[in-house]
């Protein structure tokens, strides 16, 4: 089985240890390197092109968001597969979380994540999908629930979201197929955690008609799952 090829960018010595030490426990992982500041990261992830960089935000020069936004701008359109970025830090207030995504981070796990299920994160990261840690769920509906006010139901039926996209592959796919505002009041609800059965009875439709707005919603956003269309959401834009 081939094993995911892991680099690490933490600042904190004995941080980055135990990190290491408990990632090669693992027969399906392999640190590759390991970086103490943005600057000589950037140059490990371009060496190595790992599977996926383990990225913390407080780095000492250069903070970790802008090194995601530089890692992901770097890297070449031919390069395939291209290196994902797990956000692992103590910070989840709201303006680090949507800027994390903005910049083009695949995932965000808090530090006190258990040995599992930071496990499990990277293995999702790594296969191309997306990872968020429960407490940051919640941080991203609260955002899209304050969007903007509620208007009429005639209106919610009809009336289609403008998005500035960060990318132009983002920004193509929405001009394509703009989101209904019922269809963001699904995605507000599916990224706060409600079943099919729970998003019918918060707005008063059928589970049938819930179905369909999901469908069309995953197919709008060429999402896989409900975790992939919160990502992006995020980075379309249309949660900001």
């Known amino acids: 089985m081939k094993k995911i090829r892991i680099a690490l960018v933490e600042d904190h010595d004995l941080t980055r240890v135990g990190l290491r030490t408990a990632l090669q426990q693992y027969d399906e992982l392999e640190v590759v390197g390991e970086a103490a500041n943005a600057v000589s990261g950037l140059r490990l992830l371009e060496a190595t092109q790992p599977d996926v960089a383990i990225v913390d935000v407080g780095l000492p020069d250069i903070d970790g968001i802008k090194l995601t936004q530089q890692l992901k701008t770097n890297q070449a359109p031919e390069v395939v597969p291209k290196t994902k970025v797990l956000i692992l830090t103590l910070q989840h207030n709201e303006e680090l979380v949507l800027a994390a995504f903005a910049a083009g981070a695949d995932s965000y796990c808090m530090k006190d994540v258990k040995v599992d299920h930071l496990l499990k994160a990277l293995q999702v990261t790594a296969a191309g999908n997306s ?95 409900r975790t992939q269309a919160a990502v992006s959401a995020l980075r379309c834009g249309l949660i900001s």
């Open 131 to 225: 990872w968020i840690d429960p407490a940051i769920a919640q941080i991203i509906l609260q955002q899209a629930r304050h969007r903007q006010a509620k208007v009429s139901l005639k209106a919610l039926e009809a009336q289609t979201v403008p998005i500035n996209a960060v990318g132009p592959e983002y920004s193509q796919m929405i001009q394509s197929s703009p989101l209904t505002e019922r269809e963001l009041e699904v995605l507000e609800l599916i990224v706060g955690g409600f079943s099919n059965a729970g998003i019918a009875k918060e707005l008063y439709i059928t589970v049938g008609t819930v179905k369909t707005h999901v469908r069309n919603l995953l197919e709008k956003l060429c999402a896989g799952d």
